[in-house]
Each structure stands twice: as C-alpha cells, then as structure tokens.
C-alpha cells in the first residue's frame, strides 16, 4: 500500500492516479495499517449506520415480491421481520434470513401462508443456530467449563441450592478435566474463559456481595440449557458425559476418575 500511495512521487505512474475504496465491519481497522500508509492515504472514512425498521421493509418488500407468490405473506409479516431486524442488528442479510426461514417452516408445515407466528419461531430457530455455532466453535477447554456451567445451573433448577460462583464452576470443571484426561488450567485462567463465554453471550455474570465474606461472581443461564448441553456433547471428547452418571455427584467423579 506504501508503495502504490508514492507511486505518482516516485514516477512509477505518470499520467495516471490511484483511488482506494475499503470497505470493512471492524471499526478498529484503520489502527492495524502502519501509520505512514495512513498519512500517505489521507483517507476520509465513512460510516454506514444500521438499517433502521422502515428501510429494511423496503429491502424486504422487494425480496419478497420475488420469493413469494402474491398474497402468501400476511399483512404483518414483513412490518414483524423488520422490527426485530432493526431492534437487534439492523443487518439487511439477516433480514432477509429470517424472512427465508419463516417461509421455509411455513412450507414445512403445508401451511397455505406465513404468518407472524411463523416469523417468531424462524426467530428463535435463527437464535439456536447461532448459539449452536457459538458453541460447537469453541475450543475444548471453554467447551468444558460451559459443560460445568450447564451441569451446575441444570442441578441447582432442580433442587434450588442458591447462587452458582465461579469457584463452584472450577470445582465442578476440574472433575470433568481428570475424568477425560484433560490438563487442567489454573483458576485464574478458568475464570477468564467464563468472561469469554459471558462476552459471547452463553451465560450471565454478576457481582454478588458476601458480606463480610467479600464479593463473588456468580452465573445465570443465557441460554437454554438442554439445547446447549446437546450441542455440547456432539463433540467426541465429551460423549462420555451423555451417560449422566458419569457427570453426577463427586462420588462418581472420584470412583471414575480411578479406572
């Protein structure tokens, strides 16, 4: 890039000029391009702001126009489609996305159009995908430590133990490690793949006064844990956990962990 920017100076182009036209999602792009390129560039940057509900309408009428026959779509399915774009991303593709597998469930289902309740299940469906993707994508370690966040969270709906730290998190972690043959990382680092799994949207983290006893985080579920859990198990390395007695209580941990 330096070198196409002196390119004119140098005499390399002589009746020519050389425009450049960049187009990125990551705001942060500019600060990874040496700062004399940037000099040289004197670029002027612009930034497109997310397609609000009324435009992504629009975009969507006129997809619809040719995806769908005429009077398949009820009168509130393209307006829902657009609201829920607009309120969570504002990304034309992913409209258009949901809009498509509305129409797809509503096939499945042999109905004779799509209706809102349609959209609303192609919403959750796309949301799934997404934490499908999520997790699957992971790296072993962060796989076990949200595996050790599902278990927990799962055992303390059914018997109502009280708030789950990241201590219990660990404890429960360092189980599954031994019992696979995983090396197991130290606290501090198991306390920063539960950050990044917060990050990513897979649990909630909070700050919890103990008192006297100090402060502790402590973690909510984000998303729904049986499906999670299935996802979670499609990876070979924890299919040993699908039996649930292999997951259970530290008696069963200990007793396995010795074969």
């Not at 997404?130 to 969270?153: D, F, G, H, N, W």
Request: net charge neutral; proline share 3%; hydrophobic share 35%.
């Amino acid at each position: 890039l330096y070198g196409l920017t002196r390119a004119v100076e140098s005499g390399s182009l002589k009746s020519s000029k050389i425009n450049f036209i960049a187009l990125t999602n990551n705001t942060h792009f500019p600060g990874f391009i040496d700062p004399r390129i940037m000099s040289s560039l004197s670029a002027e940057e612009l930034v497109f702001p997310p397609y609000d509900a009324d435009q992504l309408r629009k975009i969507l009428d006129s997809k619809a126009s040719i995806a769908f026959h005429p009077g398949v779509l009820s009168e509130t399915v393209i307006p829902l489609c657009a609201a829920y774009s607009a309120q969570e991303h504002g990304d034309a593709r992913k409209a258009v996305n949901l809009l498509r597998i509305a129409g797809e469930l509503a096939e499945r289902e042999n109905a004779s159009g799509v209706t809102e309740d349609h959209v609303k299940k192609a919403r959750d469906k796309t949301e799934q995908d997404r934490i499908s993707e999520v997790l699957r994508t992971l790296p072993t370690q962060s796989k076990l430590v949200m595996y050790a966040c599902i278990t927990l969270l799962e055992s303390n709906n059914r018997k109502k133990d009280g708030d789950i730290t990241t201590g219990d998190i660990y404890s429960k972690y360092k189980k599954f490690c031994n019992l696979i043959g995983i090396d197991v990382l130290t606290a501090r680092r198991v306390t920063e793949l539960i950050d990044e799994l917060a990050m990513l949207g897979m649990i909630y983290c909070r700050v919890s006064s103990k008192g006297r006893y100090g402060r502790t985080r402590t973690i909510d579920p984000a998303v729904d844990l049986k499906h999670a859990e299935s996802v979670l198990l499609e990876d070979y390395r924890l299919q040993h956990f699908s039996d649930n007695s292999n997951r259970g209580n530290d008696r069963d941990c200990s007793v396995m962990s010795k074969k």
